[in-house]
T-cell receptor
Framework: GEDVEQSLFLSVREGDSSVINCTYT??????LYWYKQEPGAGLQLLTY?????DMKQDQRLTVLLNKKDKHLSLRIADTQTGDSAIYFC???????????FGTGTRLTVIP | EAQVTQNPRYLITVTGKKLTVTCSQN?????MSWYRQDPGLGLRQIYY???????DKGDVPEGYKVSRKEKRNFPLILESPSPNQTSLYFC????????????FGPGTRLTVL
């Protein structure tokens, strides 16, 4: 099956930028997503990018996609304590009917 | 309010005792799925359904069953639960797949003793 990997933990200081990374193995992705999971809750979609795009910006969020290296990143500018959560990348492969999720990165924002 | 509901939210049971976790959505979504979340493994898909009476296996279907008799409901059935099915379970729904956002339920924490 598809492997989607993320670092498990990331700590940043409030006000700094956070960069959460994701690597995947199957190059036939069509859509790639970032979801946020706050403590005790389900996942919420933050943003997504179509595989023919290199970058997408949405307010404080910037998504970068490097298809050659099979690498996806999420940059959060001016990170706030409310951004503390687990972040999951996910992808859909061409012809597939299901999502593959990464292992999740727990972001801790230090005041 | 548009939402995905799951019941129960917490369940402690014993090995071999059949259980059902219900999932219901009120958004007329066609696509529904079940995931389990385990530390260090992220979310893994158990089963999904593209529409009524259409279900298919995800990555980790062993030990689980599902049904989709109505569009709004997608129950997860564990016929003979085992301790390795202790996990946090999420139901999700969306209009389709692709660019559509998946809406997640609040989760069901299951412990099998």
């Amino acid at each position: 099956g598809e492997d989607v990997e993320q670092s498990l933990f990331l700590s940043v200081r409030e006000g700094d930028s956070s960069v959460i990374n994701c690597t995947y193995t199957d190059s036939s992705s069509t859509y790639l997503y970032w979801y946020k999971q706050e403590p005790g809750a389900g996942l919420q979609l933050l943003t997504y990018i179509f595989s023919n795009m290199d970058m997408k910006q949405d307010q404080r969020l910037t998504v970068l996609l490097n298809k050659k290296d099979k690498h996806l990143s999420l940059r959060i500018a001016d990170t706030q304590t409310g951004d503390s959560a687990i972040y999951f990348c996910a992808e859909i492969l061409t012809g597939a009917n299901n999502l593959f999720f990464g292992t999740g990165t727990r972001l801790t924002v230090i005041p | 309010e548009a939402q995905v509901t799951q019941n129960p939210r917490y369940l402690i049971t014993v090995t071999g005792k059949k259980l059902t976790v219900t999932c219901s959505q009120n958004m007329n979504h066609e696509y529904m799925s079940w995931y389990r979340q385990d530390p260090g493994l992220g979310l893994r898909q158990i089963y999904y359904s593209m529409n009524v009476e259409v279900t298919d296996k995800g990555d980790v279907p062993e030990g689980y069953k599902v049904s989709r008799k109505e569009k709004r409901n997608f129950p997860l059935i564990l016929e003979s639960p085992s301790p390795n099915q202790t996990s946090l379970y999420f139901c999700a729904s969306s209009l389709g797949l692709a660019a559509n956002e998946q809406f997640f339920g609040p989760g069901t924490r299951l412990t099998v003793l």
